[in-house]
């Protein structure tokens, strides 16, 4: 299976720590997207990628959250010093962006963080 | 800027009827595109339906249709001849090439 691949799927974690999430996108895709889902909600855009660019970070919920994609193939979204709000589901996404404008996004299964 | 508005949060269906999920939204953009995703229980979201903002004519998939209503920034789900693995989360998204914006979602229920 060639699918939007995230690890890990649930991580537990105390309060004030931090936390990295790794995303594996489908490997001919050049764009790379992270959401974050609380409970009951729909999925909200924290940032994407164009290969190694980041395109769009205004979006990130705080400072304390970033992201990379090093080589234009995985990325990683870390959390530092985690807060109780922050747990949720880290969703990750990637799409081939072609001229035509096309950009269909496939999700990954998302990273479940509960922090305690 | 872009808003997405999902108006029911629980819809429920007889096995092999049809529902229709609604969805709304709201957006500056001139050229953009608008989605249905389906997300099972603690299963990933897969893409069910599209449609480019810039056709008239509804996008249709098998048992999945849109009705596109432009003018109305309306963009509603109708799934014919229910079946139980329809059962999950349903999200109406809309983007412009970058990201997308979701509403809040619809629980379908699909009863036997």
């Known amino acids: 299976d060639t699918g939007v691949s995230q690890n890990p799927r649930h991580k537990i974690t105390k309060r004030g720590q931090n936390v990295t999430f790794r995303c594996d996108p489908i490997?001919?895709?050049?764009?790379l997207y992270w959401y974050r889902q609380t409970l009951g909600q729909g999925p909200e855009f924290l940032t994407y990628?164009?290969?190694?660019?980041?395109?769009?970070k205004s979006r990130l919920l705080s400072d304390r959250f970033s992201a990379e994609r090093p080589k234009g193939s995985f990325s990683t979204l870390e959390i530092q010093r985690t807060e109780q709000g922050d747990s949720a589901m880290y969703l990750c996404?990637?799409?081939?962006?072609?001229?035509?404008?096309?950009?269909?996004?496939?999700f990954g299964a998302g990273t479940r963080l509960s922090v305690l | 800027a872009q808003t997405v508005t999902q108006s029911q949060p629980e819809m429920s269906v007889q096995e092999a009827e049809t529902v229709t999920l609604s969805c709304t939204y709201d957006?500056?953009?001139?050229?953009?595109?608008l989605f249905w995703y389906k997300q099972p229980p603690s299963r990933q979201m897969i893409l069910v339906i599209r449609?480019?903002?810039?056709?008239?004519q509804n996008a249709t998939e098998n048992r999945f249709s849109v009705n596109f209503q432009k003018a109305a920034k309306s963009f509603s789900l109708k799934i014919s001849d229910s079946q139980l693995g329809d059962a999950a989360m349903y999200f109406c998204?809309?983007?412009?090439?970058?990201?997308?914006?979701f509403g809040g979602g619809t629980r379908l229920m699909v009863k036997p």
């Open positions: 996404a990637s799409s081939l962006m072609t001229g035509e404008g096309k950009n269909i996004q496939y």
């Open positions: 490997s001919e895709h050049n764009r």
């Open positions: 957006t500056s953009e001139s050229d953009y595109y």
């Open positions: 990628f164009q290969n190694e660019a980041q395109l769009e």
């Open positions: 998204a809309a983007g412009a090439g970058n990201m997308l914006t």
């Open positions: 449609q480019e903002a810039y056709k008239q």
